[in-house]
Each structure stands twice: as C-alpha cells, then as structure tokens.
C-alpha cells in the first residue's frame, strides 16, 4: 500500500501566501514524477506544477512566478509555495506521485492524496 497525505491549505487574503506539503509513505521504491493539481467548483481538475526525480520542472502558465514546486527525495515529499495568491487560485489541491513499488516493476503505479482545500479571498 501506498498512501499521499498533504496538508497546509487554508484560507488566506488575496496577495497572501500558503506552503503545501505532500508525504508518500508504504511499500516504495522510488518515485518518478510529484506534482500538484487543482479542481476549482465546477471545472475540470488541471495541472499546476510537477517535478521529476532529476529535479526538471513544469508549470502551469496561470502559476508561473508566483508558486514553486520542490521535492526532498528522503523524505519521499513534496512542496508546493504559493505566493501572490489571487481568488482565482482557489481550489481543492490534489498530491499527485508515479510510484515504483519495487524494483522489478516495469512500470509505475499512479497515486493520488485526498486533497487540500485552498481558499484566496478577494
């Protein structure tokens, strides 16, 4: 079993700030890709940031300068800073990590967290 807990969300003013952390913990090997994504009422979950194991990075375009994604390979989690939050940002925030649980496995296993709720008010 593997299993994605994150906290640090909230409910904070436009222009306020918020970390994000995502902890894997079980029967892993070693982690691919960490990331971050997002489902606003209404919408469709989207990307915001993910981060691979040699550390290259992508953004969203609606993110780009003001959140950083960062991941501590020891600790099996990752971060996530938001600064500059604006109304716009909130959302449900979901931990996503591509997982291999032992060596031998070919491929990866998908994972996901339960989600954090983030909250920007104008």
């Known amino acids: 079993q593997v299993h994605l807990v994150e906290s640090g969300g909230g409910l904070v003013q436009a222009g306020g700030s918020l970390r994000l952390s995502c902890a894997a913990s079980g029967s892993i090997f070693r982690i691919n890709v960490m990331g971050w994504h997002r489902q606003a009422p209404g919408k469709q979950r989207e990307l915001v940031a993910v981060i691979a194991s040699d550390g290259s990075i992508n953004y969203a375009d609606s993110v780009k300068g003001r959140f950083t994604i960062s991941r501590d390979n020891a600790k099996n989690t990752v971060y996530l800073q938001m600064n500059s939050l604006k109304p716009e940002d909130t959302a449900v925030y979901y931990c996503?990590?591509?997982?291999?649980?032992?060596?031998?496995?070919?491929?990866?296993?998908?994972?996901w967290g339960q989600g954090t709720q983030v909250g920007v008010s104008s």
């Open positions: 996503n990590a591509n997982i291999y649980r032992r060596l031998s496995s070919p491929s990866p296993d998908e994972y």
